[in-house]
């Protein structure tokens, strides 16, 4: 199974300031077709997990441009410009190259 | 708009089997893969498996032997067993289409005598 590795476990951030989490995994996630099927989430206190970011670096329809995913083969970053209040939450990656799909195990942020 | 919601009994006898559906609107199921997920209260996702009308299904390792995943093309809906739970089985269980940032609300499942 691939392992994805998140740092940090969680991170305190001031809004308006930026924050960043990284995302790491066992293996690649570049496929022979070119594309890397790596994904991002947020899940709100008390809600389902959101998609904010597909294949590293594609926001999601109505995600804030202040959310933005870089990254390549097995090193990924998910950056927030400016965090606002409603941000608060944890932050899961996830790999769909190969099953079983798997998550990283969470960033909160506060 | 695409909308998946879960249902089943909240609360599950240990050794006995939880069931779960899943109806989905907005969407054939049988155009695309779904998965199920769940998350033990206070902790992270974990990926059960995934069930296609046209590619089958897979199963995590960690529950293969115990879960079942089907999809009923005509009510458009899925469906989740896992047998003999225990205590480890409590969660809050979603069904999901991942990729597209589809996922239900979440239903919790405790498993307790």
């Known amino acids: 199974d691939i392992l994805m590795t998140q740092t940090p476990l969680s991170l305190s951030v001031t809004p308006g300031q930026p924050a960043s989490i990284s995302c790491k995994s066992s293996?690649?996630?570049?496929?022979?077709?070119?594309?890397?099927?790596l994904y991002w989430f947020l899940q709100k206190p008390g809600q389902s997990p959101q998609l904010l970011i597909q294949?590293?670096?594609k926001r999601f329809s109505g995600v804030p441009e202040r959310f933005s995913g870089s990254g390549s083969v097995t090193d990924f970053t998910l950056k927030i410009s400016r965090v606002e209040a409603e941000d608060v939450g944890v932050y899961y990656c996830?790999?769909?190259?190969?099953?079983?799909?798997?998550f990283g195990g969470g960033t909160r942020v506060e | 708009q695409v909308q998946l919601q879960e249902s089943g009994p909240g609360l599950v006898k240990p050794s006995e089997t939880l069931s779960l559906t899943c109806f989905v609107s907005?969407?054939?199921?049988?155009?695309?893969?779904w998965s199920w997920v769940r998350q033990p209260a206070g902790r992270g996702l974990e990926w059960i498996g995934r069930?296609?009308?046209?590619?089958?299904?897979y199963y995590n390792a960690s529950l293969k032997s115990r879960v079942t995943m089907s999809v009923d093309t005509s009510k458009n809906q899925l469906s989740l067993t896992v047998s003999s739970v225990t205590a480890a089985d409590t969660a809050v269980y979603y069904c999901?289409?991942?990729?597209?940032?589809?996922w239900g609300q979440g239903t919790l499942v405790t498993v307790s005598s």
């Open positions: 999901a289409r991942l990729v597209a940032g589809h």
């Open positions: 907005g969407v054939s199921v049988s155009s695309y893969c």
């Open positions: 069930v296609c009308t046209s590619g089958g299904t």
């Open positions: 293996q690649s996630l570049l496929e022979s077709d070119g594309k890397t099927y």
């Open positions: 294949e590293v670096s």
């Open positions: 996830m790999q769909t190259i190969q099953l079983p799909l798997t």
